[in-house]
């Protein structure tokens, strides 16, 4: 049985969307990546979403679909994406080193941590088509 983490992919107006620079562990420190994290057990996954956007950023989101299948993590981990927008708050980096919006044109000017990067380019083949 997989840990299930859940990441956001939030965007804003013009296409922008927000990377997290991962503090933590040092194996992944200064990668960049979509918020999220672990689901409690018991929780669902909408839920999870919002609790750890809430405690990473201090923001309130509001889901939409979801972003592609399963997405493959580390052993024992799968990962589960969703497109939100912000209903509430500034992102602030509580979690992180840095936060960063990019527009398009820009989605690749940070290193995208390798579990990541294949949902960028889906979510960039997602907002081009509108």
Known sequence: ???IVVAAVIVAPG???LAAQRAAPAALAGGWEFPGGKVD???GEVVALIRECREELGVEITVGERVGGDWALSEGYVLRVWLATLASGTPEAREHLALRWLG?????DVEWL???LPIMKTVESLLQQG
Do not use: I, L, N, Q
């Not at 398009?104 to 690749?108: H, I, M, S, T, V």
């Open 1 to 3: 049985m997989s840990t």
């Open 15 to 17: 296409g922008r969307v």
């Open 41 to 43: 057990p018991g929780e």
């Open 104 to 108: 398009p044109g820009e989605y690749y």
């Open 114 to 116: 390798g579990a990541d």
